[in-house]
């Protein structure tokens, strides 16, 4: 059976991602950023393991893991963790920039050292949910899509680094996706939010289902998901 590592298991892509992965009976590690969350997660997944630390803060990440049992096989690393925060560059501020950039893409590459040993053990997969803002960075977007950037560049050189361990690396960039990020993006916008135009949760979990059971023959470097109405 699979051992899965998730970050964001709690809400939106991360959680259709879990529920999918539990229902098929895998192992599933919640990265979860406190206790309290851990306890929501736990009651919401049985059997799963969760495992804290805030990735706001990626320098003190070790120093939690290091209080935490961490799981000895991992299969799979899924960053999906993610946060956004838009302004224009005369805007945003450097807390804006640094929790985007701690949380989008500095923490995932934290993680990513700490289970290597593990991955590689297991010929294992890390999958980063990136975004189309990882591809091309358009006007209030600019920190966001920085993280974004760095986040596909920081899959590509690992996915070089780790080929003769056999560890897959997968980008996944999905348009705009119902859930409460997108809300907090229309309201930033000062938009109407309507879920139903947008790509479901659950299809994006789809394609990153497809990426983890394609057999090894087969790596997905890069896949772009898009709202189809
Ligand atoms: N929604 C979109 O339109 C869209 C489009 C393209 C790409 N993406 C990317 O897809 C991923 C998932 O997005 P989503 O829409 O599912 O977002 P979401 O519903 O807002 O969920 C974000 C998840 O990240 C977790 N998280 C945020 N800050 C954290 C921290 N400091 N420590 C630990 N966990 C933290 C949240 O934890 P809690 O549950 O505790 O709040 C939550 O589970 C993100 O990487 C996002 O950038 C989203």
Known sequence: MATHVITGAGSGIGAAVARRLHARGDDLVLHVRDAGRAKELTAEFPGAKTLVGDLAEPDRLSWAFSHQTLPDRVDSLLHIAGVVDLGRVDELTPKSWHHQLDVNLVAPAELTRHF??????????????????????????SAYAASKHGLKALADALREEEHAHGVRVTSVHPGRTAGPMQAKVHQQEGKAYDPSQWIDPESVATTILMCLDLPRDAEVNDLTVRPGR
Do not use: C, D, I, K
């Open 116 to 141: 290597l040993p593990q991955l590689r053990a297991a010929r294992g997969h890390v999958v980063f949910v990136n975004s189309g803002a990882g591809l091309s960075a358009h006007a209030q977007w």
